[in-house]
């Protein structure tokens, strides 16, 4: 209920905002993906599993195949984690 409610009285742009430096998602990439939210990634073996570490508002951080490393990253910059699948 509260979050509709907020919904209706924010911009796409002030909705985007919420949890900005304070919290980040980390999401699997699938390879064909990389380029577009890491242009200056190298080309990447298709058989490896990446993961990727987004700010609040989609601001790509880190870019690993090793998921425990998103976390890593994330602590180190303060940053409350969630997963997206």
């Given at each position: 209920m509260l979050m509709k409610e907020a919904?209706?009285?924010?911009?796409?742009?002030?909705?985007a905002?919420?949890?900005?430096?304070?919290?980040?998602?980390?999401?699997?990439?699938?390879?064909?993906?990389v380029a577009k939210c890491f242009p200056e990634a190298p080309d990447i073996d298709p058989s490896v599993d990446l993961w990727a570490?987004?700010?609040?508002?989609?601001?790509?951080?880190l870019l690993t195949d090793n998921r425990s490393s998103t976390f890593f990253k994330a602590?180190?910059?303060?940053?409350?984690?969630v997963s997206l699948h």
């Open positions: 919904n209706s009285h924010l911009t796409k742009t002030e909705l905002g919420i949890g900005n430096g304070e919290v980040a998602y980390i999401r699997k990439m699938r390879n064909e993906e570490l987004f700010g609040a508002d989609g601001t790509p951080i602590a180190e910059d303060e940053l409350k984690t």
